[in-house]
């Protein structure tokens, strides 16, 4: 006699061990050029390497210095973004440690091992994703803004 839980097959729960390994291969080399990505980007806005005459040119050059100041401006912008790209990454690696790594934040089902290569850091499957989407989020009003 059979058991019930023998003709229905249990979903699983976790990846393995093995599985695990894998994301973790991935996640080092991008968190490795995430690192090389962000250094480079510092280094572009911030004048700590130039041993130039920039600074000391008696020439006004306008409309030059606005554009320098603004791709300062936006290299820094992507820098957060890219330190914000390594911290999420990171995030990634402590839940594989803890063996909660591709387990989608809303639903507690696994998220796809597809999704997972391309979006390793990714905590939510493309379901929640799309519930959280098409449900706008609530903000409380300001009334200087009315």
Known sequence: M???????????????DEELEEFKVIILKKLE????DLKML???YTTGNEHDTNDTSPTFKVLEE????FSKEENSKFAARQDKFIKSLEN????????????????NKLIPKDRL????????????KRVQVATPTVRPVDPDLE
């Open 2 to 16: 059979k058991k019930a839980t023998d003709t229905i097959p249990m979903e699983k729960n976790r990846y393995s």
């Open 33 to 36: 050029k995430a690192h090389n």
């Open 42 to 44: 510092t280094e572009s």
């Open 66 to 69: 606005g554009y320098q100041v």
């Open 92 to 107: 990634a690696l402590i839940r594989i440690e803890n063996k909660t790594y591709g387990i989608c934040r809303v639903t």
């Open 117 to 128: 290569r391309s979006v390793p850091h990714a905590t939510l499957s493309i379901e929640a």
